[in-house]
């Protein structure tokens, strides 16, 4: 079992930064991909960043160049710095984890809001 705790959610204005947390617990070795996704009010979960356990990160095209995923693999912790917010970023952000496993398991956080508003 793994589980997962994020925070650093919160209210901020567009145009604004947040760095989301997300720290892992239990079964860490057994962690290969880290990611956030993201669901706001009445639209499905989407895909927001990923980043394997030797750095490589892929995006979403919606905020490719405003939001940093990052992870500190001795902390057992990923981050989601989200610069340049805008309002249609205002979501639900989850921390998900898949293992080596095989077959893979998957892991989720409880998720933090992110409310983007002037």
Not at 11 to 29: D, E, K, M, T, Y
Not at 46 to 55: K, M, N, S, Y
Not at 96 to 101: P, S
């Amino acid at each position: 079992q793994v589980q997962l705790v994020e925070s650093g959610g919160g209210l901020v204005q567009p145009g604004g930064s947040l760095r989301l947390s997300c720290a892992a617990s239990g079964n860490i070795f057994k962690i290969n991909i880290m990611n956030w996704h993201r669901q706001a009010p009445g639209k499905e979960r989407e895909l927001v960043a990923t980043i394997t356990r030797g750095g490589s990160t892929n995006y979403a095209d919606s905020v490719k160049g405003r939001f940093t995923i990052s992870r500190d693999n001795a902390k057992n912790t990923v981050y989601l710095q989200m610069n340049s917010l805008k309002p249609e970023d205002t979501a639900v952000y989850y921390c998900n984890v898949i293992t080596w496993e095989q077959p893979p398991r998957t892991y989720w956080g409880q998720g933090t809001q992110v409310t983007v508003s002037s």
